[in-house]
């Protein structure tokens, strides 16, 4: 398996710009999560997604992102308009499992974005 | 609601033991998972304590005490390469498979 895919690897853009990060899952994984990482916040988990379904946004910094689950193997992140305090490194992990118990998640590689 | 300390840095020797200790605050708590995260790349996973007690991988252990909030990963005969982040993960079941993550603890192995 490949593994989860994110694109773009890199995404620098200029304050105002409408972002959209994309993720993959691995296939047959039924959880979906977006993080964001940054030295002084650690990670932190924006949005979770259970059968393609947002059960938790409550992470989703404010009104300028929104996240979409249109199928099983695709994810959408997106940020609009984009402001350089969003500069952070996002991950997509996904994890296979029935609801209320604990399943391994596993990370794609992250998606720098720069916002100047 | 929730909160979690690990120490921020962590220094030791190549062929020690280190300890990285975990307090955690969450409701519905499930259980403790630990992650490592080398520089550039991505949280991959390493242990999970569902039960108290100590859960042996190698030459990585984790330990969990339910009563006292507190886990802590332990790494044995360290290697160079285990210079990383590592970031103690509650399992919060108020959100079923969530996980919640902080800043890590980052371990630096000198020779």
């Known amino acids: 398996d490949a593994g989860v895919i994110q694109s773009p690897r890199h995404e620098v853009t200029e304050m105002g710009q409408e972002v959209t990060l994309r993720c993959k899952p691995i296939?047959?994984?039924?959880?979906l999560f977006w993080y964001r990482q940054t030295m002084m916040r650690g990670l932190e988990l924006l949005i979770y997604?259970?059968?393609?379904?947002?059960?938790?946004d409550s992470g989703m910094p404010e009104d300028r992102f929104s996240a979409k689950m249109p199928n099983a193997s695709f994810s959408t992140l997106k940020i609009q308009p984009s402001e350089p305090r969003d500069s952070a490194v996002y991950f997509c992990?996904?994890?296979?499992?029935?609801?209320?118990?604990?399943?391994?998640?596993?990370f794609g590689p992250g998606t720098r974005l720069t916002v100047l | 609601g929730q909160s979690l300390e690990q120490p921020s840095e962590v220094t030791a020797v190549e062929g020690a033991i280190v300890q990285i200790n975990c307090t955690y605050q969450?409701?519905?708590?499930?259980?403790l998972s630990w992650y490592q995260q080398h520089d550039g790349g991505a949280p991959t996973f390493l242990s999970y304590?569902?039960?108290?007690g100590l859960e042996e991988t190698g030459r990585f252990s984790s330990f969990l005490s339910r009563s006292d909030s507190y886990g802590y990963l332990l790494l044995q005969e360290l290697q160079m390469k285990d210079s990383a982040s590592y970031f103690c993960?509650?399992?919060?079941?108020?959100?079923?498979?969530?996980?919640?993550f902080g800043t890590g603890t980052r371990l630096t192995v000198i020779p």
């Open positions: 997604f259970n059968n393609n379904v947002p059960i938790d």
């Open positions: 304590n569902a039960l108290d």
């Open positions: 993960a509650p399992v919060d079941q108020t959100g079923a498979n969530n996980l919640f």
């Open positions: 969450t409701s519905g708590f499930y259980g």
């Open positions: 992990a996904s994890s296979f499992g029935p609801a209320g118990g604990y399943n391994e998640q596993f």
């Open positions: 296939s047959g994984h039924n959880s």
